[in-house]
T-cell receptor, first 111, second 114 residues
Framework: EDKVVQSPLSLVVHEGDTVTLNCSYE??????LLWYKQEKKAPTFLFML????IEKKSGRLSSILDKKELFSILNITATQTGDSAVYLC???????????FGAGTILRVKS | KAGVTQTPRYLIKTRGQQVTLSCSPI?????VSWYQQTPGQGLQFLFE???????NKGNFPGRFSGRQFSNSRSEMNVSTLELGDSALYLC?????????????FGQGTRLTVV
C-alpha cells in the first residue's frame, strides 16, 4: 500500500528563520511527488517533482526529490507569518491521478 | 482564468439523508478527483473521473458515488449519511489523467451530519 510520512508533525519558528520540511514515501510505480500549502480550505499547489536532484524554486520556497532514498524536502527561507499553514506532501503511483497524502506538517511562524 | 468551483460551501444534513456536491473544474481540465478530509484520517482519495468515466476509486463504501458530465463538471453523491461522513470534501482538477499532472483544488464543501 502506498504510504507518505511527513516530519515534523508541527513546527514553531520565528520570522526570518529557515525551515526544512521532510516527506518520505513508499509507492508502487512512482510518477510524481507534489507539495501543497493549506491555510483554511483549499490546498494550494506549490510544486510537482518527477526527477531526482532537480531543485524547483518559487520565491523563498524550494523543493528537491531523491528517488533513490525515497524522500523530498521543502525549504522555506526567511519565513514570514504568512507562511503559517499546513504543508502537505502527496505522491502519485501507478494509478495516476490518485494522490496519496501525508498527514501534513503544521508550521507556525511567530512575529 | 477561474479556479475550481465547488458548491455548496457548507451543508448540514441529518443521518439517513443523501447529499449531492458539485465541482466545476478549471476550464480545459478534463480530470476531476474527489477527496475527503477529516482530522483523524487526513486527505483520502475517493474517486477520479475523466471523460465521463470513473478511472480510479478509493476505499470507500458504495454509498459514495459520483459522475461527470460532458462539460467536465462533476457531482459526488453520498447516500444514507452517517455521522462519520462529516468532513471537508475537496475536488481537484487536472488537465488530463494518467499522472504527472498538477492537480488544483477547490475551496471544498464542509458537510456536517447531525
Amino acid at each position: 500500500e502506498d504510504k507518505v510520512v511527513q516530519s515534523p508533525l508541527s513546527l514553531v519558528v520565528h520570522e526570518g528563520d529557515t525551515v526544512t520540511l521532510n516527506c518520505s514515501y513508499e509507492v508502487t510505480n512512482f510518477r510524481s511527488l507534489l507539495w501543497y500549502k493549506q491555510e483554511k480550505k483549499a490546498p494550494t499547489f506549490l510544486f510537482m517533482l518527477t526527477s531526482s536532484g532537480i531543485e524547483k524554486k518559487s520565491g523563498r520556497l524550494s523543493s528537491i526529490l531523491d528517488k533513490k532514498e525515497l524522500f523530498s524536502i521543502l525549504n522555506i527561507t526567511a519565513t514570514q507569518t504568512g507562511d503559517s499553514a499546513v504543508y502537505l506532501c502527496a505522491v502519485e503511483g501507478k494509478y495516476g491521478n490518485k494522490l496519496v497524502f501525508g498527514a501534513g506538517t503544521i508550521l507556525r511562524v511567530k512575529s | 482564468k477561474a479556479g475550481v468551483t465547488q458548491t455548496p460551501r457548507y451543508l448540514i444534513k441529518t443521518r439517513g439523508q443523501q447529499v449531492t456536491l458539485s465541482c466545476s473544474p478549471i476550464s480545459g481540465h478534463r480530470s476531476v478527483s474527489w477527496y475527503q478530509q477529516t482530522p483523524g484520517q487526513g486527505l483520502q482519495f475517493l474517486f477520479e473521473y475523466f471523460s465521463e468515466t470513473q478511472r480510479n476509486k478509493g476505499n470507500f463504501p458504495g454509498r459514495f458515488s459520483g459522475r461527470q458530465f460532458s462539460n467536465s463538471r462533476s457531482e459526488m453523491n453520498v447516500s444514507t449519511l452517517e455521522l462519520g461522513d462529516s468532513a471537508l470534501y475537496l475536488c481537484a482538477s487536472s488537465l488530463y489523467t494518467g499522472g504527472e499532472t498538477e492537480a488544483f483544488f477547490g475551496q471544498g464543501t464542509r458537510l456536517t451530519v447531525v
